[in-house]
């Protein structure tokens, strides 16, 4: 009885499933995988004549950079795109000097650009922009990033907490120094997808955690096929609990493990200013203006990039294989095994538990035109729970097909199906859409 009724549910839920589903997703999510939802309150087409102020702050006064100043006037909405401006303007403004101990001076500045930041943030999904670069090069760098600003968190006081979490989706045309060279920069094809912390260690010592001295987990550096100053291209990265994802395009171009990144972020789009227009201040460890080399040639026909949408998801607890119609055309002999890879996530902010099922449940059963008739053969995964794979994965599930009657010898009407599931932290059963019906098994 405990089957029978699992497996009317079963179908029950996959049916309505498939009427729910909807086809609004990422670039590089296929229908039929990954269930999405958008996030609204951090997602925008810029359909609006202006700037929604309900969505986004405009210059964030928590950009606090020393070298160039954000200005309001420099990020703009117009006819349906996000323009970003860098513009050659001297100004002088108030400037805490660490170097001198935290002094006020006024600081004498020659650029300013633009950025905007959503209001509300969040943690794990889908986040993706598809945006085009600048002419100017090098000098400037079109940023899609995320930025936690509630820093100090209340538990600045416990070793080993993160103070400040930094995802950055994609850094444009920095031109950043890779080598062999001392001298030697990145070409403009070149885009670096990394991550900052900072770290609380003994004594409440501040401990930054930057990409270069740790590149097996914070540095990823992309060589794209294409100029991204001449064209539109998306950029996406899925924040998951185990794992950091970076896509180009649709296409998966990284991957870090998620060390650290676990605070609440906004969504920011921004230009930060490079190298010819600041120099490093080695002293002091931070980016300082350039008066030696303040141009005019080229602001802003050639320095504004253009952002045409960014758009949040958060993953729904998903189960599914990648080719279904493959699975049905083949035939499976009696005796022999019946092999399925389950392909599942666990969901942004949830993830696979154990239940009366064990784990991930692949059975086969009879059905008819009302429905299922019995069950023939189960399988379990009790693994899927365990703390490196419940945040999403692949299962290869194999029922043995031993003692099944082929599918020419069951009564009229009848027909073998697939059906799988695996139980959410969020309560509910997940189940693999529409299941796999008709399968034919034979002698």
């Not at 060279?181 to 990145?186: E, L, Q, V």
């Not at 096929?225 to 171009?253: C, Q």
Request: hydrophobic share 35%.
């Amino acid at each position: 009885m405990k089957w029978l009724y699992f497996s009317s549910l079963l179908f029950t839920y996959a049916v309505q499933a498939d009427v729910v589903q909807t086809n609004i997703r990422p670039v590089s999510a296929q229908e039929g995988t990954i269930r999405w939802q958008e996030k609204g309150n951090r997602s925008d087409t810029f359909n609006s004549p202006n700037l929604d102020k309900k969505k986004w702050d405009n210059a964030p006064k928590s950009l606090n950079v020393g070298a160039w100043s954000f200005d309001q006037n420099n990020a703009f909405v117009k006819e349906g795109i996000l323009n970003i401006v860098a513009t050659q303007e001297t100004h002088t403004r108030p400037f805490k000097d660490v170097c001198l101990n935290g002094a006020t001076v006024q600081r004498e500045l020659f650029y300013k650009s633009g950025a905007v930041r959503t209001k509300a943030d969040g943690v794990y999904g889908y986040y993706e922009a598809r945006m085009k670069g600048v002419k100017l090069f090098p000098g400037l760098s079109p940023a899609f990033w995320l930025y936690s600003d509630g820093h100090p968190f209340a538990d600045r006081h416990v070793e080993g907490s993160v103070d400040y979490s930094e995802i950055d989706i994609v850094e444009l045309q920095q031109a950043d120094w890779h080598g062999p060279g001392i001298d030697d920069a990145d070409a403009i094809n070149v885009m670096d997808h990394n991550l900052h912390a900072r770290i609380i260690g003994k004594n409440n010592k501040v401990i930054w955690k930057r990409p270069k001295p740790n590149p097996e987990s914070q540095l990823l550096r992309y060589e794209a096929p294409f100029d991204p100053s001449k064209a539109f291209h998306t950029y996406a990265v899925e924040n998951r609990k185990d794992t950091i994802f970076w896509y180009v395009d649709g296409k998966l171009v990284g991957q870090k493990p998620n060390l650290y990144w676990h605070r609440p972020m906004h969504v920011i789009l921004s230009m930060g200013l490079r190298r010819q227009f600041i120099k490093y201040n080695a002293k002091c460890q931070r980016a300082d203006p350039n008066p030696a080399h303040v141009v005019t040639k080229g602001f802003p026909e050639d320095t504004t990039m253009q952002v045409d949408y960014v758009k949040v998801w958060e993953a729904l607890p998903s189960l599914w294989v990648e080719d279904k119609k493959a699975i049905q055309a083949k035939n499976y002999k009696v005796g022999q095994p019946l092999n399925v890879e389950l392909h599942y996530h666990g969901g942004s902010n949830s993830h696979v538990v154990l239940n009366k099922e064990k784990g991930l449940t692949l059975g086969l059963i009879e059905k008819n035109e009302k429905g299922f008739v019995r069950n023939i053969k189960q399988v379990n995964d009790a693994k899927v729970v365990s703390d490196n794979r419940k945040y999403g994965g692949v299962s290869n599930l194999s029922l043995p097909l031993n003692h099944v009657t082929p599918s020419a010898l069951l009564p009229k009407g009848h027909y073998y199906s697939l059906v799988a599931s695996f139980k959410s932290s969020t309560g509910d059963q997940i189940f693999l859409s529409g299941g796999i019906s008709h399968l034919n098994i034979i002698e």
